[in-house]
């Protein structure tokens, strides 16, 4: 529920966004979301689809997803690194004050139309 109620406000911006230019149709989206959102990139696709078919603008559109993994970097000796399956210290150190510098992302990186 939480990729459908993402998508409908992704559209919503898309939409008004594009009703400022001579619009024919959108041709691709592409979205950077975080592996620390929590949403599902086959079900946002999945979504969007969905979405998408009742919308002349958006109808043949191609929605690119780029899943940004999770990263941080250690407090203790400045290394950053992927965190894999809930790890949250370095190993590097094994220092456990480390803090997140990449994952949160969830925005529309690019809009191609035509
Ligand atoms: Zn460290």
Known sequence: MHESAMIDSFVQII??????YPV???????LKVGKLTCLCPGTLAAC????????????????????????AKCKECGQ?????????FC?????????IVAGREL????????
């Open 15 to 20: 939409e008004d966004k594009v009703k400022e």
């Open 24 to 30: 024919k149709k959108v041709t691709k989206i592409k």
């Open 48 to 71: 969007f689809e969905t979405v998408a078919q009742e919308k002349d603008l958006l109808k043949d559109t191609v929605l690119e997803i780029e899943e940004v993994p999770l990263k």
């Open 80 to 88: 950053v690194f992927l965190v894999e399956e809930n790890k949250f």
């Open 91 to 99: 190993p590097f150190c094994q220092h456990p004050h480390i803090q």
């Open 107 to 114: 925005f529309i990186e690019t809009v191609e139309v035509e």
